[in-house]
């Protein structure tokens, strides 16, 4: 999904990877990936951005996505006032998945979309 995005685009996509193969099912993984796809698409849809950065970083306790641009930004906090489904979409997505979603933007200074889920322990 991020090499394509950076060949249609054009925008270098940064990238720093943890393994978290081994922390969630099936079904929270794809809420994972949609999250992170619909982060993708707003970047490219509305961002302007030249920069990306993806990093999924885990520890014994959580796993923590952070998505960032160097885009035009948007108010945060008008955002899913003003219809922003795909936000709703990502919150909703998280909140099944028992974790935050913050979104950090403003108006030409870029977004920051940081998720933390926490990492269930099985005894």
Do not use: D, I, M, T
């Given at each position: 999904m991020i090499d394509s995005a950076v060949q249609s685009s054009g925008i270098a996509i940064e990238?720093?990877?943890d393994s978290a193969d081994d922390v969630f099912s099936s079904d929270a993984a794809a809420?994972?990936?949609r999250v992170v796809q619909e982060s993708l698409n707003n970047i490219l849809k509305h961002?302007?951005?030249t920069w990306a950065r993806i990093e999924?970083?885990?520890d014994l306790r959580e796993v923590l996505l952070q998505v960032r641009d160097n885009g035009c930004g948007f108010d945060a906090g008008t955002a899913n006032s003003a219809g922003g489904i795909g936000l709703r979409n990502m919150t909703e997505r998280v909140h099944i998945l028992g974790g935050k979603l913050k979104v950090d933007s403003e108006?030409?200074?870029g977004t920051r979309i940081e998720v933390t889920i926490p990492i269930l322990q099985t005894e």
């Open positions: 990238r720093k990877l809420h994972l990936y961002s302007g951005a999924l970083e885990r108006p030409n200074r």
